[in-house]
């Protein structure tokens, strides 16, 4: 079986292509370069190359603040893709396993918002993803999206990598203390589009729809640095404060959700996927950019 994976030199994507896939699965992973998924006759040709068993779309515009500035681009990549994504998977038959945003939310309500809660976008970057769930439901009845919030790996750019480099250079950090989500690594992210892919691509009668899809357990970015600067302190790096800031003291252009936790009761009882506590997922995280708890550092 022939899996394509498109975004492969992001985060999930880096982590799809580690995943231990079953024999006899073919994991593809095109760079831009190779194909540019808002090209419709690019894409059509690829999925005319061969029977793809699924196709798993990571790619997305993240800059969330500079998509403020560049909303076409975001839109382009973020809600165009996706739609020429559905129609040439729906062409062939394919399930088309994409990836959303817990910023599709305005991050009002009280509780984890369920998928099937109204969205409210608040941002050019949320109202973009939007797009693309739209596309993706009227493009191919064999889909699944899977909303996320708070990605981070040992790869590229993310919060866990920053807070470790602002500790070593800093002997105080201040960090957003009112914005609550749900921390969500990407290789257990990654774990899960596999799970749902394969589970799609040999059983046509697989659920379909919305879900989401994050570590359990909900903190503030405030608690979550807290978190990331212990456990590097446990592992030899440097202990300094974190004070918490509210949302007024760090503007940005683009508008954040105040409450941006998700359930994941739907994905566990489609899938049988149960995602374990954010707090393990950073100790695995760290594991592999420090590695491992010293006894050093209790000394």
Not at 124 to 140: I, P
Not at 184 to 200: E, G, I, K, P, Q
Request: glycine fraction near 8%; charge should be neutral.
């Amino acid at each position: 079986m022939d899996i394509l994976v498109l975004g492969g030199a992001g985060q999930v994507g880096t982590e799809l292509q580690a995943y231990a896939w079953p024999d006899g699965v073919r994991v593809h992973a095109p760079d831009r370069a190779a194909l540019d998924i808002t090209d419709a006759e690019a894409v059509a040709a690829r999925m005319a190359e061969r029977p793809w068993g699924a196709v798993i779309n990571t790619a997305a515009y993240t800059a969330v603040d500079r998509a403020e500035a560049e909303p076409v681009a975001a839109w382009r990549l973020n809600a165009l893709a996706p739609a020429i994504l559905a129609a040439e998977t729906a062409r062939h038959a394919v399930p088309l396993v994409q990836v959303s945003t817990d910023y599709v939310f305005d991050g009002t309500r009280d509780g984890a918002y369920r998928p099937d809660n109204p969205i409210a976008p608040r941002s050019v970057y949320g109202a973009s993803k939007a797009g693309g769930e739209l596309a993706v439901r009227a493009g191919n009845p064999r889909h699944a999206i899977l909303r996320t919030a708070w990605v981070v790996s040992p790869h590229r750019g993310n919060f866990v990598k920053t807070m470790l480099r602002l500790s070593a250079e800093r002997d105080r950090l201040t960090v957003v203390d009112d914005q609550h989500g749900c921390p969500t690594s990407a290789a257990d992210l990654a774990a899960a589009l596999a799970a749902v892919a394969l589970r799609m691509a040999g059983d046509a009668g697989a659920p379909t729809g919305t879900f989401h899809c994050v570590n359990a357990g909900t903190t503030t970015w405030h608690g979550f640095a807290q978190a990331i600067v212990a456990g590097s302190a446990r592992r030899g790096g440097r202990s300094v404060p974190v004070a918490g800031i509210p949302t007024s003291a760090y503007p940005t252009p683009a508008r954040r959700p105040a409450n941006s936790a998700l359930s994941t009761e739907s994905l566990n009882a489609a899938y049988g996927i149960a995602m374990r506590p954010w707090q393990q997922a950073l100790d695995t995280i760290l594991d592999r950019l420090i590695g491992p708890v010293t006894t050093e550092a209790f000394r």
